[in-house]
């Protein structure tokens, strides 16, 4: 099973150690990609603070972002797996899983990011401020960026299981299974369910979507469940505790959470 997941706006800094090596890192069929991206981003925050802000999009309150991405080369870096944080990745809880499940994550989690197109749980990377949506004035849109070297990187990747797509639309975007991969791929959409007056309302809520879907992989992972088809996806998280309707054609997956009030 291949996890595919958004990364985090908030993300740790390391303190010391070793910057991000462009060559160690894992996809090695990313590495030129992800080396020019580093060189603009880093040459643009560089150069022009107020610019680099209009580009990323960054609020007066976060122009320190900038400095961090213009040390991109130098900055100490650390796994990925410590690296992004938030509602998501706090409820996946990666450092409380058990060695047998922590090596599932490695195997199969794989985190999109703007920066570095896609990385692993072991793959060292310092913290950074570049998401996806960013349109840089060279590379221009990072989503359309990515996506020829995603295809030519990750249908090998993908080879031979089921594929769990968790992402956001806009790094969903930089990467679209195709053929026979499609057929295996899921998405899930989480809907909170309320009754109002007695009738049964389901809407998307943010933080809802982003903390089951991390407690919905840190149980695939615990329970070592290997589902290969959506269909059998559902029911590996039924099995979990999961309230899972099959929402048609395409992969998709309901997954409800009833408010608790």
């Not at 047998?100 to 913290?127: E, H, I, M």
């Not at 060279?138 to 359309?144: K, R, S, V």
């Not at 407690?215 to 039924?238: I, K, N, S």
């Amino acid at each position: 099973m291949l996890v595919l997941l958004p990364p985090s706006e908030g993300k740790a800094t390391a303190v010391r150690g070793r910057p991000v090596a462009l060559d160690g890192l894992s996809l090695p069929g990313l590495t030129e990609a992800r080396a020019a991206v580093l060189d603009e981003l880093v040459e643009l925050c560089a150069a022009d603070e107020d610019k680099a802000a209009e580009v990323l999009g960054l609020s007066p309150g976060l122009r320190g972002e900038i400095a961090k991405n213009a040390a991109l080369r130098t900055a100490p870096a650390l796994p990925a797996g410590e690296l992004y944080t938030g509602v998501l990745y706090d409820a996946l809880g990666l450092s409380g899983l058990d060695a047998a499940a922590r090596g599932r994550a490695r195997r199969s989690l794989l985190v999109f990011s703007g920066l570095w197109g896609a990385v692993r749980l072991t793959d060292r990377v310092p913290s950074y401020r570049c998401s996806m949506a960013v349109r840089l004035p060279g590379a221009g849109g990072l989503a359309a960026y990515w996506k020829p070297f995603m295809d030519a990187v990750l249908p090998e990747v993908a080879d031979g299981g089921l594929v769990l797509d968790l992402r956001s639309s806009a790094y969903a975007a930089a990467w679209k299974p195709r053929g026979e991969v499609a057929l295996r791929t899921a998405t899930v959409r989480v809907l909170q369910v309320t009754v109002v007056g007695g009738v049964e309302r389901r809407t998307v809520v943010s933080h809802f979507n982003k903390a089951t879907k991390g407690r919905l992989v840190r149980a695939l992972l615990t329970a070592g469940a290997r589902p290969r088809t959506p269909a059998a996806l559902a029911e590996a998280l039924r099995d979990l505790g999961f309230t899972v309707e099959e929402a048609g054609p395409g992969g998709r997956l309901d997954v409800l959470v009833r408010d608790p009030h």
